[in-house]
T-cell receptor
Framework: NAGVTQTPKFQVLKTGQSMTLQCAQD?????MYWYRQDPGMGLRLIYY???????DKGEVPNGYNVSRLNKREFSLRLESAAPSQTSVYFC????????????FGNGTRLTVT | AQSVTQLGSHVSVSEGALVLLRCNYS??????LFWYVQYPNQGLQLLLK??????LVKGINGFEAEFKKSETSFHLTKPSAHMSDAAEYFC??????????????FGQGTILTVHP
């Protein structure tokens, strides 16, 4: 059982380049999320999708866009990467109730030079 | 609005000693509370969750946490630390109503080191 799969695992970009982080889940969850993790700051929500066809901004959406391609897949796009976007990015999914835990992928480590 | 504060970014214990990781929260509505663990180069895994059914919650790997409303706390404990418990631990809060589900607010994390 794969759970939540993220690709790529590592990426190095130059300032101004673009890229898309891919995420897929096989647990039939309605809700999916993108978080970024920075040292000493915990995880911060970038965007989330409560269900297929809907997306909403989280705490730190600037510089990012998302697409909920179908129920399984939720991608995160950086149109013009900046050094401040150097981080570890986690995708997660959950059932659509407030007490449902998040299931996380293993993360994408992104460096922008 | 909701927030989480984890007291102590680093905690060090000896193998076999008590583990205590502190978490205080604020929430305008009754909260759901979670503890997650992150091992190096991995995603977060759920340790336990509080959903108002019982104030003392037991999780995996011998961890437990007690919800204290009067103290707005949800501290994580384990009676006897094991070397394999070395990891980073995150406390998180979710509002119980409306469309806030899944929009967890995380604490800053506490790195647990276990010495032989």
């Amino acid at each position: 059982n794969a759970g939540v799969t993220q690709t790529p695992k590592f990426q190095v970009l130059k300032t101004g380049q673009s890229m898309t982080l891919q995420c897929a889940q096989d647990m039939n969850h309605n809700s999916m999320y993108w978080y970024r993790q920075d040292p000493g700051m915990g995880l911060r929500l970038i965007y989330y999708s409560a269900s297929e066809g809907t997306t909403d901004k989280g705490e730190v959406p600037n510089g990012y866009n998302v697409s909920r391609l179908n129920k399984r897949e939720f991608s995160l796009r950086l149109e013009s990467a900046a050094p401040s976007q150097t981080s570890v990015y986690f995708c997660a999914s959950s059932e659509s109730t407030a007490n449902s835990p998040l299931h996380f992928g293993n993360g994408t480590r992104l460096t922008v030079t | 609005a909701q927030s989480v504060t984890q007291l102590g970014s680093h905690v060090s214990v000896s193998e076999g000693a008590l583990v205590l990781l502190r978490c205080n929260y604020s929430s305008s509505v009754p909260p759901y509370l979670f503890w997650y663990v992150q091992y190096p180069n991995q995603g977060l895994q759920l340790l336990l969750k509080y959903t108002s059914a019982a104030t003392l919650v037991k999780g995996i790997n011998g961890f437990e946490a007690e919800f204290k409303k009067s103290e707005t706390s949800f501290h994580l404990t384990k009676p006897s630390a094991h070397m394999s418990d070395a990891a980073e631990y995150f406390c998180a809060v979710s509002a119980s109503g409306g469309t806030s589900y899944g929009k967890l607010t995380f604490g800053q994390g506490t790195i647990l080191t276990v010495h032989p």
